[in-house]
């Protein structure tokens, strides 16, 4: 049998009750065969970014999971689709996001994935609570490079 690996996955909503979807998904999460929920951030608040719609609820998950990363993407979506989610156009709102920010060591690049993720270390929502969780994979020097975005704790 494949060996766990650490994997951190970002989780975002502004549709709905944000906050029960984010911790409905961390559940979901949870319960998927093949994944161990082992550290959750706190949820935090946002504003869209290069979007509209109304403040995010975010959140950052550390898992250990048996799963390659393309099946473990595929069990998100099945979550985000479980939740409503619905894709009309690029950074609409949205129900419920789940994504893979960084998966073991892996640096990946497809189609359908890009590991880690390609615009983490732009974004505070992403990097305040993966810092809460995982301090030594975010640095101070990127926290402040960050540091101008909007982002509070709930």
Do not use: C
């Amino acid at each position: 049998m494949r060996e766990p690996v650490i994997a951190y996955i970002g989780l975002g909503a502004n549709l709905g009750d944000s906050r029960a979807t984010v911790l409905q998904a961390l559940n979901a999460i949870a319960d998927l065969d093949g994944v161990a929920l082992t550290r959750q951030s706190s949820l935090y608040g946002s504003a869209p970014v290069d979007a509209g719609g109304d403040d995010y609820v975010n959140a950052v998950a550390e898992v250990q999971t048996r799963l390659k990363p393309h099946a473990l993407l595929a069990q998100l979506h099945t979550i985000e689709d479980a939740a409503g989610r619905r894709r009309p156009f690029r950074n609409a709102p949205r129900t419920l996001d789940l994504d893979i920010l960084i998966y073991d060591q892996l640096e990946f690049n497809d189609t359908e994935l890009v590991i880690p993720h390609p615009r983490m270390w732009l974004r505070a929502f992403v990097l305040r609570p993966l810092a809460e969780i995982a301090p030594k994979l975010v640095s101070k020097k990127q926290l402040q490079a960050v540091a101008d975005q909007s982002v509070w704790v709930l």
